[in-house]
């Protein structure tokens, strides 16, 4: 029988030497510290619970699962207390079964009868275990005192905390503790007054510190926390299991159905990533599934100023086939090009990258992952040999110190920091390098050893301070380099690194970082232990994006933190499939699997395959892209799930490119910032629309699987296959394992990977080889991928974005955890209670200067250009350093960050922007015009009415 | 020696698993929460010979290998504590590099118990942890702890300096040394009388204490805190030593004698005793959170009469399963006793755990004070 | 910015970080990134700029683009 991956063993898994007892006469072996009641569940033979689960410590409050154990006084608890070897167990004496019936009368003298309409019935453990007792007489009555007015609280727009229904086990509680890390809630009050406590008294969900995360709605045994869904539509009646589309954690979810409506998203236990968490927008804000937005059929136009027409799907497959192939009759081949989704699936990345390079004839595919982690692809390829991470999210559990460096995990990566934070707790240390002051630093029961609150821009510089400080203080790890690198390249960057204008003291004037922290912070680092190093856009949004990644790489092989778990090289990668996107071959310079386009095996792999032969040259990245449109050679692009306008730097260079281009197609969701400017709207699919599979930060594939039907009638694959055909490709695919099946003839590090296994193994890591059949956890192990780990000096050479009189402020950007990236999904669900409009963080010395207070608007200016918004005065930022997020097009935060990139991939220096902050009294005037522009531009004809 | 908190466990058990646990942390832990009505010999311990108490500790320290040590005391003991504060600072030289801090507590009983205080030290709700792990193993912030009543380590440098075969010739029994016996109440003699184990509870009541103050009959003897058993006149043959009273369902505790004359309404007691408890308890688990509660209410309507008619829910008619018929007092009285069981098994510590004590020792012995026969002894 | 203004800018900024580490071999290692990266259009723009009487490109961006565009034919090849 399969094991049931949603059981519940009582108390966490342990690992030890095997311990053999007796339980109800049977003989049960398991590790040393399991739980009498763990082993008792393992063999069969489940003991009463309520205030245990096994996702959470034992903590001992119900006194239903009392035990009776040969030798032993009294009635212990089986939750705590561990087997010991020959221990004799009964579980089920007279004695224990009218002490059970004992305590569940006292819990039903105080508690609501009318299971019948409540919204947990059939899924209450308060009701499994009176039922379990068999309990047919609460001999107390009914008039005692009791709980049964107290008021609940509906304040969180997804669920609902009742407390007359409230056992008191404090699971919620242990939550909010041990898997979330966030110490919301607490027990107010004592004795029979105790109650659960989102904080102060006066406090509701709302407005504490809350992060909706649903860890405590999960834990709660009755329906004192409870989904809103759930009391409004009922209980689910199936479950599918998929992949949560948001962040590159990639949160295994049980999508909960009625029909083919989602009634509640719960977090799958035996997900690889997540481990049975979730956060706020995987677990809840996935209504912008059915929102009002949404376009359900295809559109197009022949002029961005006229409103769009609604057509069929064969009219707007041909008119973008006959643009298309008018374009490049007209302009060349090189005219057109596309851009693929890194949050639609494998799959359809790959039919895109495959519609360009077999279709279009030429490499001009990119993805979004320019804007992000190209440095990661690019660094990381040059030193190890492989664009991504080196470990697998369970590795953090190893680490002895963790380095985040420009990231800030419990908002972009909650369900990691989660796992972050429990390992810090347990005592492992913390550096963060970031020029805010994150969360992470100073959190319940986790403090940052060091902070190091650098000037935006200088990651180089600190980084090799830090490399002068474990090279010149012999705290390398010289035995690991002679091993596994080239001691030459070696040699040569300790030189560089150890040369005495690379010190901390001397770099200080650059990163204004005290040198005596940058100091500890190495020292720390270099001789702490397993060391691992997670970071983040911080790290690759600058002019040096690929040089800070590859100086990471340094400190990592110089300390000799690689090839095994709890150390390596972790970028938090921020899509749901960005990963993918990249590993499908979405650059203009590569093939799946990282493969130079110009090498001729991987070509003749392909066009074999394909049947085409193919461009051997690198195609267009999209800022260059934009450059050919304005120069007026680029004509035509079809765009995936992607709003370059609204995501991309430089508004108004993107803004030029669009409008210069005769045929844009976007295929999207919704009628997103780039549609202003489209000719054909090709509606698409959510992760509930379709199958196929998603690869988060750990190189982890994942399925997604369809729960309902498209809302426009193809899944996003099907469209691309819908194009293809319209422009004589002859595809076809009868379902998205066929699309995988070919990713895994054509791609070595793919070459296991078909359905059938994912469906075996749950999930796997590639590289999926005959050496690895059941995937890679830790890379890089024996060997490195590129063989011997290269060291590449990195100077740091300052960006030529300067501030000035003018601009004296640094802007920097980031997001926040309610909200997610240009909030297309996000701010069509009732997240919008958390986050309404991004506003700009600026140090209270800042404002003062400038006469600003929290609430005020304020001109953001550049030399870019200008925008407007609101303020919020703190001091998490340094002063001299601004901070906003980018999740609202109204802030239009892109108008004022530049054209400056990464030398090695143009990934655009988000980071980093001279700006300067006024007051003004509004919105700015292009926020206006842009707004009336926007409003015009997604005018639909109505429909015509029927004959 | 016994651990004097109540517990009776031997002390040098405890001390040498803890110098035997790993790590490099260690601490000691004073208990002077002394939270039991009728106790005052911490207190007077404290108050009257505070170094006592500070060189037990710093010799504890020295045998477990723990740097720090802290003094949790009751702030309702004002002059406890500016006495320790005082002596703490003029002893610091003398035992360093151990160092110790005062605590004070903030008026709750619970925190005079061993786990739920080391929650309070910790800064966190004074709620009681599960047990293993063991405090000595898994104490202070999770390191290996001692944690011991403030008798127990203020004997501690006498029994080093006295001889050790010294202390053990005096008592009866597994019951070895003295113990400073609290006589409180109404009793003629109140105070503090330190002796061996062995007097019987009569010796101590009449012999030493007098007898009652007000010049009545004895009624009942509750030993060992308001959680302790009430022992009637007829058992004062009880040698005051731990084995002995635990056999007879009663216990020691922290050697707290409170004397009732024949006043007593020994239902009251009871009541209070339930009463106390509920006040007191942490919420954590079940029979404690709720059944004190219920205990109240329960004692309460046996002093009313007896009896429980069915209340307005159960009468109506949407309520088919539940029993509607009226229960008698000797099914209430029954209902305590299963409740009193369920506290007494299923509690999580002993503040719900020893509510039956006095609870069915007075329903036991005083069977008139709950309406029923004289000769009707409750079920146990 | 068109394209030509934006690939002088490239390679000026590519050249700088390749400088640094090693000035002799930084337009090698330059017109090897940009032969690896660029697409034709941006390289023969490049060489057109290399190839002006002042180009706006530093002295390696200018050797890396006459490089690049030598090695061309030869690597078209190259497994």
Same mark, same amino acid.
């Given at each position: 029988?399969?094991?049931?991956?949603?059981?519940?063993?009582?108390?966490?898994?342990?690992?030890?030497?095997?311990?053999?007892?007796?339980?109800?006469?049977?003989?049960?072996?398991?590790?040393?510290?399991?739980?009498?009641?763990?082993?008792?569940?393992?063999?069969?033979?489940?003991?009463?619970?309520?205030?245990?689960?096994?996702?959470?410590?034992?903590?001992?409050?119900?006194?239903?699962?009392?035990?009776?154990?040969?030798?032993?006084?009294?009635?212990?608890?089986?939750?705590?207390?561990?087997?010991?070897?020959?221990?004799?167990?009964?579980?089920?004496?007279?004695?224990?079964?009218?002490?059970?019936?004992?305590?569940?009368?006292?819990?039903?003298?105080?508690?609501?009868?009318?299971?019948?309409?409540?919204?947990?019935?059939?899924?209450?453990?308060?009701?499994?275990?009176?039922?379990?007792?068999?309990?047919?007489?609460?001999?107390?009555?009914?008039?005692?005192?009791?709980?049964?007015?107290?008021?609940?609280?509906?304040?969180?727009?997804?669920?609902?905390?009742?407390?007359?229904?409230?056992?008191?086990?404090?699971?919620?509680?242990?939550?909010?503790?041990?898997?979330?890390?966030?110490?919301?809630?607490?027990?107010?009050?004592?004795?029979?007054?105790?109650?659960?406590?989102?904080?102060?008294?006066?406090?509701?969900?709302?407005?504490?510190?809350?992060? @909706?995360?649903?860890?405590?709605?999960?834990?709660?045994?009755?329906?004192?926390?409870?989904?809103?869904?759930?009391?409004?539509?009922?209980?689910?009646?199936?479950?599918?299991?998929?992949?949560?589309?948001?962040?590159?954690?990639?949160? @295994?979810?049980?999508?909960?159905?009625?029909?083919?409506?989602?009634?509640?998203?719960?977090?799958?236990?035996?997900?690889?990533?997540?481990?049975?968490?979730?956060?706020?927008?995987?677990?809840?804000?996935?209504?912008?599934?059915?929102?009002?937005?949404?376009?359900?059929?295809?559109?197009?136009?022949?002029?961005?100023?006229?409103?769009?027409?609604?057509?069929?799907?064969?009219?707007?497959?041909?008119?973008?086939?006959?643009?298309?192939?008018?374009?490049?009759?007209?302009?060349?081949?090189?005219?057109?090009?596309?851009?693929?989704?890194?949050?639609?699936?494998?799959?359809?990345?790959?039919?895109?990258?495959?519609?360009?390079?077999?279709?279009?004839?030429?490499?001009?595919?990119?993805?979004?992952?320019?804007?992000?982690? @190209?440095?990661?692809?690019?660094?990381?390829?040059?030193?190890?040999?492989?664009?991504?991470?080196?470990?697998?999210?369970?590795?953090?559990?190893?680490?002895?110190?963790?380095?985040?460096?420009?990231?800030?995990?419990?908002?972009?990566?909650?369900?990691?920091?989660?796992?972050?934070?429990?390992?810090?707790?347990?005592?492992?240390?913390?550096?963060?390098?970031?020029?805010?002051?994150?969360?992470?630093?100073?959190?319940?029961?986790?403090?940052?050893?060091?902070?190091?609150?650098?000037?935006?821009?200088?990651?180089?510089?600190?980084?090799?301070?830090?490399?002068?400080?474990?090279?010149?203080?012999?705290?390398?790890?010289?035995?690991?380099?002679?091993?596994?690198?080239?001691?030459?390249?070696?040699?040569?960057?300790?030189?560089?690194?150890?040369?005495?204008?690379?010190?901390?003291?001397?770099?200080?004037?650059?990163?204004?970082?005290?040198?005596?922290?940058?100091?500890?912070?190495?020292?720390?680092?270099?001789?702490?232990?397993?060391?691992?190093?997670?970071?983040?856009?911080?790290?690759?949004?600058?002019?040096?994006?690929?040089?800070?990644?590859?100086?990471?790489?340094?400190?990592?092989?110089?300390?000799?933190?690689?090839?095994?778990?709890?150390?390596?090289?972790?970028?938090?990668?921020?899509?749901?499939?960005?990963?993918?996107?990249?590993?499908?071959?979405?650059?203009?310079?590569?093939?799946?699997?990282?493969?130079?386009?110009?090498?001729?095996?991987?070509?003749?792999?392909?066009?074999?395959?394909?049947?085409?032969?193919?461009?051997?040259?690198?195609?267009?990245?999209?800022?260059?892209?934009?450059?050919?449109?304005?120069?007026?050679?680029?004509?035509?692009?079809?765009?995936?799930?992607?709003?370059?306008?609204?995501?991309?730097?430089?508004?108004?260079?993107?803004?030029?490119?669009?409008?210069?281009?005769?045929?844009?197609?976007?295929?999207?969701?919704?009628?997103?910032?780039?549609?202003?400017?489209?000719?054909?709207?090709?509606?698409?699919?959510?992760?509930?629309?379709?199958?196929?599979?998603?690869?988060?930060?750990?190189?982890?594939?994942?399925?997604?699987?369809?729960?309902?039907?498209?809302?426009?009638?193809?899944?996003?694959?099907?469209?691309?296959?819908?194009?293809?055909?319209?422009?004589?490709?002859?595809?076809?695919?009868?379902?998205?394992?066929?699309?995988?099946?070919?990713?895994?003839?054509?791609?070595?590090?793919?070459?296991?990977?078909?359905?059938?296994?994912?469906?075996?193994?749950?999930?796997?890591?590639?590289?999926?080889?005959?050496?690895?059949?059941?995937?890679?956890?830790?890379?890089?192990?024996?060997?490195?991928?590129?063989?011997?780990?290269?060291?590449?000096?990195?100077?740091?050479?300052?960006?030529?974005?300067?501030?000035?009189?003018?601009?004296?402020?640094?802007?920097?950007?980031?997001?926040?955890?309610?909200?997610?990236?240009?909030?297309?999904?996000?701010?069509?669900?009732?997240?919008?209670?958390?986050?309404?409009?991004?506003?700009?963080?600026?140090?209270?010395?800042?404002?003062?200067?400038?006469?600003?207070?929290?609430?005020?608007?304020?001109?953001?200016?550049?030399?870019?250009?200008?925008?407007?918004?609101?303020?919020?005065?703190?001091?998490?930022?340094?002063?001299?350093?601004?901070?906003?997020?980018?999740?609202?097009?109204?802030?239009?935060?892109?108008?004022?960050?530049?054209?400056?990139?990464?030398?090695?991939?143009?990934?655009?220096?988000?980071?980093?922007?001279?700006?300067?902050?006024?007051?003004?009294?509004?919105?700015?005037?292009?926020?206006?015009?842009?707004?009336?522009?926007?409003?015009?531009?997604?005018?639909?004809?109505?429909?015509?009415?029927?004959? | 020696?016994?651990?004097?908190?109540?517990?009776?466990?031997?002390?040098?058990?405890?001390?040498?698993?803890?110098?035997?646990?790993?790590?490099?942390?260690?601490?000691?832990?004073?208990?002077?929460?002394?939270?039991?009505?009728?106790?005052?010999?911490?207190?007077?311990?404290?108050?009257?010979?505070?170094?006592?108490?500070?060189?037990?500790?710093?010799?504890?320290?020295?045998?477990?290998?723990?740097?720090?040590?802290?003094?949790?005391?009751?702030?309702?003991?004002?002059?406890?504590?500016?006495?320790?504060?005082?002596?703490?600072?003029?002893?610091?030289?003398?035992?360093?590099?151990?160092?110790?801090?005062?605590?004070?507590?903030?008026?709750?009983?619970?925190?005079?118990?061993?786990?739920?205080?080391?929650?309070?030290?910790?800064?966190?709700?004074?709620?009681?942890?599960?047990?293993?792990?063991?405090?000595?193993?898994?104490?202070?912030?999770?390191?290996?702890?001692?944690?011991?009543?403030?008798?127990?380590?203020?004997?501690?440098?006498?029994?080093?300096?006295?001889?050790?075969?010294?202390?053990?010739?005096?008592?009866?029994?597994?019951?070895?040394?003295?113990?400073?016996?609290?006589?409180?109440?109404?009793?003629?003699?109140?105070?503090?009388?330190?002796?061996?184990?062995?007097?019987?509870?009569?010796?101590?009541?009449?012999?030493?204490?007098?007898?009652?103050?007000?010049?009545?009959?004895?009624?009942?003897?509750?030993?060992?805190?308001?959680?302790?058993?009430?022992?009637?006149?007829?058992?004062?043959?009880?040698?005051?030593?731990?084995?002995?009273?635990?056999?007879?369902?009663?216990?020691?505790?922290?050697?707290?004698?409170?004397?009732?004359?024949?006043?007593?309404?020994?239902?009251?007691?009871?009541?209070?005793?339930?009463?106390?408890?509920?006040?007191?308890?942490?919420?954590?688990?079940?029979?404690?959170?709720?059944?004190?509660?219920?205990?109240?209410?329960?004692?309460?309507?046996?002093?009313?009469?007896?009896?429980?008619?069915?209340?307005?829910?159960?009468?109506?008619?949407?309520?088919?399963?539940?029993?509607?018929?009226?229960?008698?007092?000797?099914?209430?009285?029954?209902?305590?006793?299963?409740?009193?069981?369920?506290?007494?098994?299923?509690?999580?510590?002993?503040?719900?755990?020893?509510?039956?004590?006095?609870?069915?020792?007075?329903?036991?012995?005083?069977?008139?004070?709950?309406?029923?026969?004289?000769?009707?002894?409750?079920?146990? | 910015?068109?394209?030509?203004?934006?690939?002088?800018?490239?390679?000026?900024?590519?050249?700088?970080?390749?400088?640094?580490?090693?000035?002799?071999?930084?337009?090698?290692?330059?017109?090897?990134?940009?032969?690896?990266?660029?697409?034709?259009?941006?390289?023969?723009?490049?060489?057109?700029?290399?190839?002006?009487?002042?180009?706006?490109?530093?002295?390696?961006?200018?050797?890396?683009?006459?490089?690049?565009?030598?090695?061309?034919?030869?690597?078209?090849?190259?497994?």
């Amino acid at each position: 029988m399969a094991a049931d991956p949603e059981a519940d063993f009582g108390t966490p898994a342990r690992h030890g030497a095997p311990v053999r007892l007796t339980i109800d006469g049977r003989a049960v072996t398991v590790p040393e510290g399991t739980s009498v009641m763990r082993a008792a569940a393992l063999a069969d033979a489940a003991i009463p619970k309520l205030c245990a689960t096994d996702t959470l410590e034992s903590f001992g409050s119900c006194r239903l699962c009392l035990v009776e154990i040969e030798g032993a006084r009294g009635t212990p608890a089986s939750c705590t207390t561990p087997v010991r070897e020959g221990m004799v167990v009964a579980t089920q004496t007279e004695r224990l079964k009218k002490l059970r019936r004992g305590v569940m009368e006292l819990y039903i003298s105080d508690h609501p009868l009318d299971c019948l309409t409540c919204s947990a019935n059939n899924d209450c453990e308060l009701q499994d275990q009176a039922a379990a007792v068999g309990l047919r007489d609460v001999r107390y009555g009914y008039d005692g005192a009791n709980h049964l007015d107290a008021p609940a609280d509906v304040s969180n727009p997804y669920f609902d905390f009742d407390p007359a229904k409230c056992i008191v086990c404090s699971r919620c509680v242990r939550a909010c503790d041990e898997v979330q890390g966030t110490f919301a809630l607490t027990i107010d009050g004592r004795g029979f007054a105790s109650k659960v406590s989102a904080g102060m008294p006066e406090d509701d969900f709302l407005n504490s510190e809350c992060v @909706s995360c649903g860890a405590c709605v999960a834990a709660c045994p009755t329906a004192t926390l409870n989904e809103k869904a759930v009391a409004e539509i009922g209980t689910p009646q199936r479950a599918v299991v998929t992949t949560c589309a948001y962040c590159g954690v990639g949160c @295994s979810f049980r999508a909960e159905m009625r029909g083919e409506e989602v009634v509640r998203m719960v977090p799958a236990k035996d997900g690889k990533a997540n481990r049975g968490h979730s956060c706020v927008k995987g677990r809840f804000a996935y209504g912008y599934a059915h929102h009002g937005d949404r376009i359900t059929t295809p559109m197009i136009r022949a002029s961005t100023a006229d409103p769009w027409r609604p057509v069929s799907w064969e009219e707007a497959f041909a008119y973008a086939a006959s643009e298309l192939q008018r374009i490049q009759a007209t302009y060349g081949r090189q005219a057109v090009g596309g851009i693929s989704s890194s949050r639609c699936t494998n799959e359809e990345t790959f039919l895109v990258q495959k519609l360009v390079r077999a279709g279009f004839g030429n490499n001009n595919i990119d993805t979004c992952a320019r804007v992000c982690h @190209s440095p990661t692809g690019y660094g990381l390829k040059a030193t190890f040999g492989t664009s991504a991470g080196t470990q697998d999210f369970d590795s953090v559990a190893d680490a002895d110190v963790i380095l985040v460096i420009g990231a800030n995990p419990t908002d972009g990566h909650p369900v990691f920091a989660s796992r972050m934070k429990s390992r810090l707790r347990q005592g492992a240390k913390l550096i963060v390098i970031d020029p805010r002051r994150i969360d992470l630093v100073r959190t319940p029961h986790v403090e940052a050893a060091h902070h190091l609150p650098l000037q935006p821009g200088t990651n180089v510089a600190l980084l090799t301070a830090m490399a002068h400080v474990i090279v010149t203080e012999g705290l390398a790890d010289e035995a690991f380099v002679a091993a596994r690198c080239d001691m030459d390249e070696y040699r040569e960057w300790a030189a560089f690194v150890a040369e005495p204008r690379h010190s901390p003291e001397v770099l200080e004037a650059v990163t204004r970082v005290p040198a005596a922290n940058v100091r500890a912070a190495a020292r720390l680092y270099a001789t702490g232990g397993n060391a691992a190093i997670y970071y983040g856009l911080g790290v690759t949004e600058h002019s040096q994006g690929s040089s800070t990644v590859m100086a990471i790489a340094n400190l990592a092989m110089a300390t000799g933190n690689i090839g095994r778990p709890g150390v390596g090289v972790n970028p938090l990668r921020g899509q749901n499939n960005v990963q993918g996107a990249c590993d499908m071959g979405s650059f203009p310079h590569e093939l799946s699997g990282y493969r130079h386009i110009a090498g001729a095996e991987g070509r003749r792999l392909f066009e074999g395959d394909w049947g085409v032969s193919l461009d051997p040259e690198p195609g267009l990245r999209i800022p260059n892209m934009l450059d050919a449109a304005v120069d007026g050679v680029f004509k035509g692009i079809y765009i995936q799930g992607e709003d370059i306008l609204q995501s991309d730097p430089n508004t108004k260079h993107v803004l030029a490119g669009l409008k210069a281009m005769e045929c844009v197609i976007v295929h999207d969701l919704f009628l997103n910032e780039t549609a202003n400017y489209a000719h054909v709207f090709f509606p698409g699919s959510t992760f509930l629309e379709k199958d196929g599979t998603f690869t988060n930060a750990e190189r982890r594939i994942q399925r997604v699987r369809k729960v309902m039907s498209p809302l426009a009638g193809l899944a996003d694959w099907e469209v691309t296959v819908g194009l293809a055909n319209a422009l004589g490709l002859q595809w076809s695919y009868g379902h998205p394992s066929e699309i995988m099946d070919e990713i895994a003839r054509l791609t070595p590090t793919f070459a296991g990977v078909s359905y059938a296994l994912l469906e075996t193994e749950g999930s796997l890591q590639w590289p999926v080889t005959e050496a690895a059949p059941a995937g890679t956890p830790v890379m890089h192990a024996d060997h490195f991928v590129r063989g011997k780990g290269k060291f590449v000096i990195t100077d740091y050479v300052p960006t030529d974005e300067k501030t000035g009189p003018r601009y004296p402020l640094l802007l920097t950007t980031g997001r926040i955890l309610s909200q997610y990236n240009v909030g297309a999904q996000t701010r069509r669900t009732r997240n919008t209670v958390w986050h309404e409009a991004d506003v700009l963080e600026i140090h209270p010395f800042d404002a003062e200067n400038r006469g600003l207070a929290s609430g005020d608007w304020a001109r953001l200016a550049s030399r870019a250009g200008e925008t407007s918004l609101r303020v919020l005065v703190t001091d998490r930022v340094a002063p001299g350093v601004v901070y906003t997020t980018f999740h609202h097009p109204e802030t239009q935060a892109n108008v004022v960050t530049t054209e400056h990139s990464d030398w090695a991939t143009n990934c655009p220096e988000y980071k980093v922007t001279a700006v300067e902050v006024s007051p003004s009294n509004g919105p700015s005037d292009w926020q206006a015009r842009y707004q009336a522009a926007a409003d015009r531009a997604r005018r639909i004809e109505p429909a015509e009415p029927a004959e | 020696m016994r651990g004097r908190g109540g517990a009776g466990f031997p002390a040098g058990i405890k001390w040498r698993t803890v110098a035997e646990a790993a790590g490099p942390v260690k601490y000691i832990v004073c208990n002077a929460d002394e939270g039991d009505s009728g106790t005052f010999a911490d207190r007077m311990v404290m108050e009257g010979d505070p170094f006592a108490l500070i060189e037990g500790m710093a010799i504890a320290a020295f045998a477990v290998g723990a740097q720090k040590g802290f003094i949790y005391v009751r702030s309702e003991y004002p002059d406890a504590i500016a006495k320790l504060d005082v002596a703490i600072r003029l002893a610091a030289e003398d035992i360093a590099p151990f160092r110790i801090e005062l605590r004070v507590g903030a008026g709750a009983y619970i925190c005079g118990e061993e786990t739920s205080l080391l929650n309070s030290l910790e800064g966190k709700r004074g709620e009681v942890r599960a047990k293993p792990p063991l405090p000595a193993l898994q104490g202070l912030f999770g390191k290996p702890t001692v944690v011991n009543n403030v008798l127990t380590l203020a004997a501690v440098p006498h029994i080093l300096a006295d001889g050790a075969e010294g202390y053990a010739a005096l008592g009866t029994g597994r019951s070895r040394g003295t113990m400073p016996i609290q006589l409180a109440g109404n009793i003629k003699h109140g105070g503090l009388f330190e002796t061996a184990f062995g007097l019987t509870l009569g010796e101590i009541v009449n012999d030493i204490g007098g007898g009652t103050a007000s010049g009545r009959p004895v009624k009942a003897v509750q030993v060992g805190g308001p959680l302790g058993a009430y022992l009637p006149p007829s058992m004062f043959h009880l040698p005051f030593d731990y084995e002995a009273f635990a056999a007879a369902d009663a216990l020691i505790g922290h050697a707290g004698v409170v004397v009732f004359d024949d006043t007593a309404d020994m239902l009251a007691q009871a009541r209070f005793s339930m009463a106390f408890t509920a006040a007191e308890s942490c919420g954590k688990c079940t029979p404690c959170r709720i059944g004190a509660v219920r205990g109240v209410e329960l004692i309460d309507r046996i002093a009313a009469g007896g009896g429980r008619a069915a209340g307005p829910l159960e009468r109506l008619p949407q309520m088919r399963n539940v029993n509607a018929r009226p229960r008698s007092l000797e099914e209430e009285i029954g209902l305590l006793t299963d409740l009193c069981e369920t506290m007494k098994f299923g509690s999580l510590c002993a503040l719900g755990g020893f509510a039956p004590y006095p609870v069915m020792s007075a329903l036991c012995h005083w069977p008139q004070d709950f309406g029923l026969a004289p000769a009707v002894e409750a079920a146990q | 910015m068109n394209t030509r203004e934006h690939v002088v800018a490239m390679a000026n900024q590519i050249a700088r970080n390749f400088v640094v580490r090693d000035r002799a071999s930084a337009a090698e290692a330059t017109a090897r990134h940009i032969r690896e990266f660029w697409d034709p259009r941006m390289r023969a723009l490049i060489l057109e700029e290399a190839r002006t009487d002042a180009p706006a490109l530093s002295p390696e961006a200018k050797a890396a683009a006459l490089i690049a565009a030598d090695d061309r034919a030869a690597t078209a090849g190259k497994p």
